[in-house]
């Protein structure tokens, strides 16, 4: 199973700007599906960005045209660009990584908070 290490959250103001990072472990990265699920507190978790092996993207309706994700094979890692932040997208953002059907390995989550 995949390790993951997720950085960059913390806290920022509205409107403002974060850059979610996650390493992965393994020499297969180039195969998995991979991306980012968020958790408001007491909400449940929810599907934020994903991206193919083959590099296709999908978004949740409300971070559409605020974020992007891309990844880079050579350094097992996937990035989430979030720009335009808004009060509501304050939450613990995990990192997933998925290889065809097998179950999803999980980063251990990062805090991202917007708020002024």
């Known amino acids: 199973q995949v390790q993951l290490v997720e950085s960059g959250g913390g806290l920022v103001q509205p409107g403002g700007s974060l850059r979610l990072s996650c390493e992965a472990s393994g020499n297969i990265f180039s195969m998995y599906t991979m991306g980012w699920y968020r958790q408001p507190l007491g909400q449940q978790r929810d599907m934020v960005a994903v991206?193919?092996?083959?590099?296709?993207?999908n978004y949740r309706d409300s971070v559409k045209g605020r974020f992007t994700i891309s990844r880079d094979n050579a350094k097992n890692t996937v990035v989430l660009q979030m720009n335009s932040l808004k009060a509501e997208d304050t939450a613990v953002y995990y990192c997933f990584a998925q290889l065809d059907r097998a179950p999803m390995s999980w980063g251990r989550g990062t805090q991202v908070t917007v708020s002024s």
């Open positions: 991206i193919t092996s083959g590099g296709m993207t």
